[in-house]
């Protein structure tokens, strides 16, 4: 799908590195004033005269999380940072997890740890905040796919069309796919193991948002994006868009971005047909906290300890919200 020239794809800048000025000075001049690199010292081990001291770096990976100035170094503790193990669990965010480290409200096998760098396994090591424990699950897997056109939302088609199972296959756990889209849309997709997390995100209850980009049929005037954020009336009742942009209008056709929360089958090109533009292309960029980017149709990545992180404080926080009984799986 294109727009304004470039098509729906991430793309990468670089940047040159200027040169490195040289050195104008005068030839000649006298070696003895020559400023000694830091640290340099003579052949029996100690510092030139007039050698400027190495400034001691505190330790902060020291496997207990704390540095001594003038300490021996020490070599950096295995595992992961304490603040990133906690953002993976979806508590927090990594940047409030360092300020929950730092108010000493963190433990790490009972102890308390209130400085940053404490490196911990996740699979060994007892993490708790504010006394209540981390729970970390490493047989959960989450990976996001940008689903092709002319493949179902299934992960076996009876009528031996192509579906997600090239996909699923791959992987020694059993994955099933979050939602659905319907065969002609292309985009994001989610696959996991996680059945809790897999019914937040695809029941409308809790509100987790999508955002497609759709090519119609038409030129969309401002009346009609008016229209879609109002509501329209469907066979299976109103209907209204959380965000509506028009990106382009020419020629007779128009690319539209929709944001909603709905789970109804079909629901963003059932709105459109509502309002005389017929999707011609339909793609989903973004589910709550996960988007699409760069990736290339029919490939897959695993989530980010931050894309992660985000999808378990959205299920941590379904845990106490009412949930709807008879939701609709979305199909697109």
């Known amino acids: 799908m294109w727009h304004n020239g470039r098509r729906y794809v991430g793309g990468t800048t670089t940047a040159r590195n200027g040169d490195r000025p040289r050195n104008t000075g005068p030839r000649g ?9 830091e640290g ?16 001691i770096i505190p330790d902060w990976d020291a496997a207990d999380g704390t540095a001594t100035a003038g300490a021996a170094p020490r ?36 102890e308390v740890v209130d400085a940053l760098g404490r490196r911990v396994d996740p699979e060994t090591d007892q993490i708790a905040v504010d006394g209540v424990p981390v729970q970390i699950d490493s047989s959960r897997r989450y990976v996001l796919l940008n689903k092709p056109t002319g493949m179902v939302s299934s992960l076996q088609d009876e009528r031996g069309r192509r579906d997600l199972s090239e996909y699923v296959d791959r992987y020694e756990e059993r994955l099933f796919n979050v939602g659905r889209l319907d065969t002609e849309t292309s985009g994001l997709l989610v696959l996991t193991n996680d059945g809790d997390l897999a019914h937040v995100l695809a029941h409308p209850s809790f509100g987790v948002t999508k955002t ?17 954020l109002d509501g329209v009336e469907l066979e299976d009742g109103p209907i209204a868009a959380d965000k509506v942009r028009l990106l382009e209008s020419s020629r007779g056709e128009s690319l539209v971005e929709i944001t909603l929360h709905s789970g109804r089958n079909r629901i963003v090109r059932r709105m459109l047909d509502e309002v005389d533009h017929p999707v011609l292309e339909l793609v989903r960029r973004s ?10 149709i029919g490939k897959t990545r ?10 378990l404080r959205i ?6 919200s009412p949930q709807a009984s008879d939701g609709e799986e979305s199909s697109d």
């Open 212 to 228: 497609y980009i759709a090519k119609v049929r038409g030129n969309v005037n401002p009346a009609t994006v008016q229209r879609l």
């Open 40 to 55: 340099a010292r003579d052949q029996q081990g100690q510092p030139l005269e007039g050698t400027p001291e190495r400034p």
């Open 75 to 110: 070599l950096q503790a295995e595992g992961e940072r304490l603040q990133k193990v906690i953002a993976a669990a979806g508590v927090a965010s990594r940047r409030v997890a360092e300020n929950l480290i730092v108010e000493g409200r963190v433990t790490v096998n009972g």
């Open 287 to 296: 589910f709550g906290p996960l988007h699409l980017g760069s990736l290339p």
């Open 315 to 320: 299920a941590r926080e379904a845990k106490g």
């Open 302 to 311: 695993e989530l980010s300890t931050v894309e992660l992180g985000s999808l």
């Open 29 to 37: 001049t006298d070696r003895r004033t020559t400023p000694q690199p």
